[in-house]
């Protein structure tokens, strides 16, 4: 069974700062790693996918990293700011013929002072 | 990307009652999902939901509890039968995107069982 674990569990950082976000699975037979950002009470919004295939993926000031071989992705967030402050998910789709099912972390909450 | 739309966006519901959810997206999709985010834990995939075939539930979620209608490609239903407060928790609809490969979410329902 597949399980997901995100450390840290809660992070705070100054704005400005570079930070990174760290999210290990069990079981490197995925289709792909999706990282959401979920505001208190609110839905999720997809981040980035990085297939099983890639190593790695940008978009602005995020880029995501995957290792798959040894169960690991990375979430580097460059220049933070206030508004970054978010819980981000981590979760991992299997591989498998009609296999569509996220595993999620619990997340990391992350608070960025101003 | 899609955009998803879900009714009630939050309630207070009491002990005993059934609520429908709705799901609503702004295009046509084969998969929808229908998770589970329950205070403090991560989110749980409660079934799957394609059009014109019964939902598809995964361990531990039945039919008579949160019994789902998938009536056409752009929108879903989901009832949470005869609650309790264990069933206070966000639900989220999520769909697969065009490419067959990002996974999106709505902005939830969060229900509140007193």
């Known amino acids: 069974k597949q399980e997901v674990t995100q450390i840290p569990a809660a992070l705070s950082v100054p704005e400005g700062e570079n930070l990174v976000l760290n999210c290990s699975f069990t079981d490197s037979a995925i289709y792909n790693l999706q990282w959401f950002r979920q505001d208190p009470g609110k839905g999720l919004t997809s981040l980035l996918l990085?297939?099983?295939?890639?190593r790695e993926q940008t978009s602005g000031r995020l880029n995501a990293s995957l290792d798959k071989s040894s169960g690991r992705s990375t979430l580097y967030i460059a220049a933070s700011q206030p508004g970054d402050s978010a819980t981000y998910l981590c979760a991992v789709r299997r591989v498998g013929a009609g296999s569509y099912q996220l595993t999620f972390g619990k997340g990391t909450k992350l608070s960025v002072i101003p | 990307s899609a955009v998803i739309s879900q009714k009630p966006s939050r309630d207070i519901c009491q002990r005993g009652t059934s609520l429908t959810i709705q799901c609503q997206v702004d295009?046509?999709?084969?998969?929808m999902f229908w998770y589970r985010q329950q205070p403090g834990q991560s989110l749980t995939l409660i079934a799957t939901?394609?059009?014109?075939?019964?939902?598809?539930?995964e361990s531990g979620f039945v039919i008579d509890k949160f019994p789902i209608s998938r009536p056409n490609l752009t929108f879903s239903t989901l009832t949470v039968s005869n609650m309790s407060p264990e069933d206070s928790s966000i639900y989220l609809c999520?769909?697969?995107?065009?490419?067959?490969?990002?996974?999106?979410f709505g902005e939830g329902s969060w229900l509140t069982v007193v």
């Open positions: 295009s046509q999709v084969t998969m």
């Open positions: 999520s769909v697969l995107g065009g490419t067959g490969n990002t996974i999106y």
């Open positions: 990085i297939q099983s295939s890639q």
């Open positions: 939901a394609n059009q014109g075939s019964e939902a598809t539930y």
